[in-house]
C-alpha cells in the first residue's frame, strides 16, 4: 500500500520567505520608531529649495481624425505640434493616454489644458489642470524627455 503526500514547498523556501517578511517588517518599525521622513515628492523639494521654474507653456492636446494628436498652444490656440500615427513618438501618446483616462473617469472632457514646466534645476513637469495631477518627465531618461522638451522650444504654425 502506498501512501501518497500532497505536493509541499521545500522546507528551506517557507524559511526564506518568512525571514524576508521579518526583515521588511523589522526594518519598516524601525524607521517609523526612529522618526524617519518618507522621501519628499519632487514638488515639495523644489518648494523647500525655492526653484522657479524658467520656462513654462500651456498646451491642449486634441485628437486628429487620422488618430494622430494636434498640440496646440493654449493661449494663442495655434499649432505647436503634430504627431502623426506612424510617427516614433509613443512616449507623448502613452503619457497623454495615461492622462486623458483619468479624466474620463472623473467627467472631465479634453478642453482645460496641460502646464509643460521646465525648472531651474532641470526637471521637466507635465501638470493636468484640470485635474492637479504632475508627472516627473525626468525619470522616463533623456530621450523620452526630450520629446516633451521639444514642446517648449517649438514655434507656433498657423492652423
Given at each position: 500500500?502506498?501512501?501518497?503526500?500532497?505536493e509541499?514547498?521545500?522546507?528551506?523556501?517557507?524559511?526564506?520567505?518568512?525571514?524576508?517578511?521579518?526583515?521588511?517588517?523589522?526594518?519598516?518599525?524601525?524607521?517609523?520608531?526612529?522618526?524617519?521622513?518618507p522621501?519628499?515628492?519632487?514638488?515639495?523639494?523644489r518648494?523647500a529649495?525655492?526653484?522657479?521654474?524658467?520656462?513654462?507653456?500651456?498646451?491642449?492636446?486634441?485628437?486628429?481624425?487620422?488618430?494622430?494628436v494636434?498640440?496646440?498652444?493654449?493661449?494663442?490656440?495655434?499649432?505647436?505640434?503634430?504627431?502623426?500615427?506612424?510617427?516614433?513618438?509613443?512616449?507623448?501618446?502613452?503619457?497623454?493616454?495615461?492622462?486623458?483616462?483619468?479624466?474620463?473617469?472623473?467627467?472631465?472632457?479634453?478642453?482645460?489644458?496641460?502646464?509643460?514646466?521646465?525648472?531651474?534645476?532641470?526637471?521637466?513637469?507635465?501638470?493636468?489642470?484640470?485635474?492637479?495631477?504632475?508627472?516627473?518627465?525626468?525619470?522616463?531618461?533623456?530621450?523620452?524627455?526630450?520629446?516633451?522638451?521639444?514642446?517648449?522650444?517649438?514655434?507656433?504654425?498657423?492652423?
Amino acid at each position: 500500500m502506498s501512501q501518497t503526500h500532497p505536493e509541499q514547498l521545500p522546507r528551506g523556501a517557507l524559511i526564506l520567505a518568512g525571514t524576508l517578511v521579518a526583515f521588511a517588517f523589522t526594518l519598516t518599525a524601525t524607521m517609523r520608531i526612529a522618526h524617519v521622513p518618507p522621501a519628499a515628492s519632487p514638488v515639495l523639494m523644489r518648494s523647500a529649495d525655492h526653484v522657479a521654474p524658467v520656462r513654462s507653456r500651456t498646451l491642449r492636446f486634441v485628437d486628429a481624425p487620422d488618430r494622430g494628436v494636434r498640440i496646440e498652444d493654449a493661449g494663442t490656440g495655434r499649432i505647436a505640434s503634430v504627431i502623426v500615427p506612424d510617427q516614433e513618438t509613443g512616449f507623448i501618446r502613452g503619457v497623454m493616454r495615461g492622462l486623458a483616462r483619468e479624466r474620463r473617469m472623473r467627467g472631465i472632457g479634453s478642453a482645460p489644458p496641460f502646464t509643460l514646466t521646465q525648472w531651474q534645476d532641470g526637471e521637466l513637469t507635465l501638470t493636468d489642470t484640470a485635474t492637479g495631477r504632475s508627472i516627473e518627465l525626468n525619470a522616463f531618461g533623456t530621450s523620452n524627455r526630450a520629446a516633451f522638451a521639444a514642446l517648449l522650444e517649438t514655434p507656433e504654425t498657423s492652423q
